[in-house]
Structure formats: structure tokens, C-alpha cells
């Protein structure tokens, strides 16, 4: 698919966004692919990363390699997810640590649009396609609100980690990131990646490889077969995580399951931030919003 600078600057900035998010634990990456109209294209290209380029290689050369892997997408796409995520997840926890209210608010508004817009490409509603969106939604609430996990795990389940985290991070309202967390694992890769420790790096790349090839297969015949139900589960995903990114939480100390328990502003313990809150909640909104009327124009 040949694109114009134009279209590529655009595809860059949405890479840019879906690596921020896929940095932050409880965001996913898959969302803003699937709101900015790329996410089909993403799983479709994916796929045809195989065995049989190697043929097309000695035959053809690269250039026709280049053609039929949609190169010109993922270099544009990974260039700008590469240099957010690693500046994000430098970052990302000195902002949850000191301005937690603040880069929720961001995300929550980000999300808040998302769910509307992934909502919008369904075609059909009726009973089958509510209680799927429903499922989704209680199954995304559920995983993004179970405890982290703390263990000291050795440096090969990081590949087992990257798999899983990769298979999460390009399903809508699943943050591949906080799975990460779960498995306890958030921290050493960060570490990994401050250190620039390449074992561990390598170890999880390999992980992130085996895991998108094998699962965008999956969701390629997925979304040929039943795509309506698929657009129900996404829609379904993407509102039940929005529980986990309301920027204001306090702690549940009496329950076994919800540690954090969300509250209304005006019931938060200390400085609620309410009007930054807002603005940056309708910055994030203004985003999705502006990112669809582009990719309308390009269309």
C-alpha cells in the first residue's frame, strides 16, 4: 500500500501513541491501532511475515520482500512506538509515582474515546452481539484489576512473558504492559532496558516475535469469520478497562481482590487536581477524535 509523506508523518505519530501506551500498565497499545483505523492493517501485515519470504528473497530480492511485507508501514509504525516506548517507560514511573491523577486523566479521556469509536464499527446489535461486548467488558475488568505480582523470576520467562504481554498488547482494553506487571516482570524489564542488559532484552524480543507472529494469525482468521462478534469483544475489552485507568483511586485494604477502590474527586483524600485532570482528560479525547478525522481525509 503506497503512502504519502503525509500519510507516513501520520502513521508515525499514531506508532508514537501506541508506545506510550504500551508502556504504561493498564493502557493498550491495540486500542489506539484500532481507533486510528490501522489495526486490521497491523494484523494483516503481520501475517505475512513467514518462512516463505526467504524464497521470495533469492527470487525477487528485497525490494519485492519490502512490497510484500507492507515495509514502508511497520518502519513508520515502529520507529515512532520504538522511541516512545523507551522514553515512556523511563519515565512512565517517576509520573505514576508523582503525578498519578494527572497521566490517568490523560489516558482516561484517550480510552473514553476510543470506546466510542471502536463501538461505532459495529454493524450489527442484537442479543448475541450485547452479551459478547458485556463478556469482554467484565473479562477485562476482571484481569486488569487482579493483584501484581511480586516474584523474583529467572531471566528465560521473559521470554514466556514477552509472548503473553505481545499477545495483550495488540488486543484493544488488555494492556500487555500491566500484564507484565501481573507476572511480575514489569520492573526487571525496566531495569533491563536502563541497564541496556541484552540478555534479558533479546530473551524478551524473541518472546514479543514468537507470540505476535502466532497470535495475528488467529485474529486474522478471526476477523475474516466473525467480525461482528469480534468488534463486540473489542468494544466490550476497551470499556471494561476503563475501571483501571480512573485517575482517582485510594486504597481497599478489606478487599482480597480490588486494592484499589475509585472514588469521585471531590472524596479523594488529598489535592484532586480537578480542573489539570479535566483538561487533560479532554486533550486525550481531542486526540482520538482529531487522529479519526485525519484518517477519514486519507481514506
Known amino acids: ?11 508515525g505519530f499514531k506508532g508514537i501513541l501506541m508506545g506510550a501506551a504500551e508502556a504504561v500498565p493498564g493502557v493498550s497499545g491495540g486500542t489506539i491501532a484500532f481507533v486510528t483505523g490501522i489495526y486490521e492493517e497491523l494484523i494483516l501485515s503481520i501475517t505475512k511475515i513467514r518462512w516463505s519470504l526467504l524464497d521470495i528473497l533469492q527470487k525477487q530480492g528485497i525490494k519485492a520482500v519490502w512490497k510484500e511485507v507492507n515495509g514502508s508501514f511497520f518502519l513508520a509504525l515502529l520507529s515512532g512506538m520504538s522511541v516512545s516506548f523507551v522514553i515512556v517507560l523511563k519515565t512512565a514511573k517517576w509520573l505514576l509515582l508523582h503525578h498519578p491523577i494527572l497521566i490517568w486523566s490523560f489516558f482516561f479521556g484517550l480510552i473514553c474515546g476510543s470506546t466510542f469509536l471502536v463501538g461505532r464499527a459495529m454493524k450489527i446489535w442484537n442479543t448475541t452481539s450485547i ?13 486488569t484489576n487482579l ?13 514466556v512473558a514477552g509472548a503473553i504481554a505481545i499477545c495483550a498488547m495488540i488486543l484493544p482494553g488488555i494492556s500487555g504492559a500491566y500484564l507484565l506487571v501481573l507476572m511480575g516482570v514489569y520492573d526487571d524489564l525496566g531495569q533491563a532496558v536502563e541497564d541496556v542488559d541484552l540478555k534479558k532484552i533479546v530473551l524478551f524480543g524473541a518472546g514479543v516475535i514468537f507470540g505476535i507472529l502466532s497470535f495475528s494469525r488467529l485474529l486474522k482468521w478471526l476477523f475474516a469469520h ?14 471494561g478497562s476503563l475501571y483501571k485507568i480512573w485517575p482517582w483511586k485510594t486504597p481497599d485494604p478489606d478487599s482480597g481482590w480490588i486494592t484499589d477502590r475509585a472514588v469521585w474527586p471531590s472524596s479523594y483524600p488529598s489535592e484532586a487536581h480537578g480542573v489539570e485532570a479535566l483538561f487533560l482528560m479532554i486533550v486525550g479525547l481531542g486526540i482520538i477524535v482529531a487522529l479519526d478525522s485525519l484518517q477519514k481525509e486519507n481514506q
Do not use: Y
Request: hydrophobic share 65%; aromatic share 18%.
Open 1 to 11: 500500500m503506497k503512502r504519502s509523506v503525509k500519510s507516513n508523518i501520520l502513521l
Open 226 to 239: 466473525f467480525r461482528n462478534f469480534i468488534l463486540a469483544l473489542l468494544t466490550g475489552f476497551i470499556f
Open 131 to 143: 452479551v459478547t461486548l458485556i463478556f469482554g467488558a467484565l473479562l477485562a475488568f476482571v484481569l
Open 147 to 159: 493483584p501484581a505480582g511480586n516474584q523474583n523470576m529467572p531471566d528465560w520467562f521473559l521470554f
